[in-house]
Nanobody, 119 residues
């Protein structure tokens, strides 16, 4: 069972930046397609960024140009650099292993990390 540990969230003012990290247990991380998801209060969890095992990336329209997903296979870690943050980015952020061409996840959820954008 893959375990996921997210970190890096916090309170930031609009226009600010945060970098989230997700450490994935196990020895097969380099073969995983990964995604960052978020869930705002009262809303469904949504995929905001994905990265394939080969390093190709894709983004939700709402974060395109502001967020960057990356991975460091030697550290079993996937990152989400978030710039120009907006109040509507406020949510709990999660990472997970996912299917290549779908938002469907292949693992259990971790505890997530809270991101709050507010002045």
């Amino acid at each position: 069972q893959v375990q996921l540990v997210e970190s890096g969230g916090g309170l930031v003012q609009p226009g600010g930046s945060l970098r989230l990290s997700c450490v994935v247990s196990g020895t097969s991380f380099s073969t995983y397609h990964m995604g960052w998801y978020r869930q705002a209060p009262g809303k469904q969890r949504e995929l905001v960024a994905g990265i394939t095992s080969g390093g190709s990336t894709n983004y939700a329209d709402s974060v395109k140009g502001r967020f960057t997903i990356s991975r460091e296979n030697a550290k079993n870690t996937v990152y989400l650099q978030m710039n120009s943050l907006k109040p509507e980015d406020t949510a709990v952020y999660y990472c997970n292993r996912k299917l290549l061409t779908s938002s469907i996840v292949l693992g259990s959820w971790g505890q997530g990390t809270q991101v709050t954008v507010s002045s």
